[in-house]
């Protein structure tokens, strides 16, 4: 049996910003060809799909302004508490999938 790896995280292409404070992990799902065969008749390589995530640096106070969630959530988070990616505080959206997230924060941060 193949053995499979977590795929990278992949910044947002319009969504990263240098300057942001925080980092919203949101799920990407990727698909991945697996060697060997999917064990049909067909002798094909088996696809499968895996969570990857897609990371968006953003700022608190922009997000607290626009949306009392965002505004509770970062109220009652510890700053010293957490993951940290590229500087920042890492939050895993769990449940959250990274197009409806990146349409939000594109409305939020009046992007095209």
Sequence with gaps: ???STQPAPERHPQ??????DVVLAAELPRAVVEQGT???VTGQPATRFTRGYQYFRVHKAILAIHSPVFANM??????MQGEVYDGAHLVTMVGDSADPLAKLLSLVYQLP
């Design 1 to 3: 049996m193949a053995q």
């Design 15 to 20: 969504l990263y910003f240098e300057g942001g």
């Design 38 to 40: 999917s064990g049909d």
């Design 74 to 79: 970062f109220t009652d988070a510890s700053p």
